[in-house]
């Protein structure tokens, strides 16, 4: 299974960026999806999850109301749609699934997803 993201960049604050991640290789559905991000000299933090079971989303406090997961299950693709961005977002963002329903409660914790992509590096410049 393969997780391929892209859509990174360079932008000025205030301005927006779309996320992909696209799946192959997989003869299963991923039930539980997310996207973290890792900030330079910092741990990877949850960002945002999409879970399949209740069609249900999550977000950390710091994007509600900025950014928006989606998924497109005819093509097996997960989106971030990213606005209002901040120059503390820039960071190396990955997209990650599981075949696996997450509990709420864990939704948001790494060790939910076994399948990771290689990530995509978003800038925000001041």
């Known amino acids: 299974v393969q997780l391929q993201a892209s859509g990174g960049g360079l932008v000025q604050a205030g301005g927006s960026l779309r996320l992909s991640c696209v799946i192959s290789?997989?003869?299963?559905?991923?039930?539980?999806m997310a996207w973290f991000r890792q900030a330079p000299e910092k741990e990877r933090e949850f960002v945002a999850a999409?879970?399949?079971?209740?069609?249900?989303?999550f977000y950390t406090d710091s994007v509600k109301g900025r950014f928006t997961i989606s998924r497109d299950n005819a093509k097996n693709a997960l989106y971030l749609q990213m606005n209002s961005l901040k120059p503390e977002d820039t960071a190396v963002y990955y997209c990650?699934?599981?075949?696996?329903?997450?509990?709420?409660?864990?939704?948001?914790?790494?060790?939910?997803?076994?399948?990771w992509g290689q990530g995509t590096l978003v800038t925000v410049s001041s």
């Open positions: 290789g997989s003869t299963f559905r991923m039930d539980g």
């Open positions: 999409s879970r399949q079971r209740g069609s249900s989303t």
């Open positions: 990650a699934g599981s075949p696996n329903s997450p509990i709420t409660s864990a939704v948001r914790s790494a060790q939910q997803y076994g399948h």
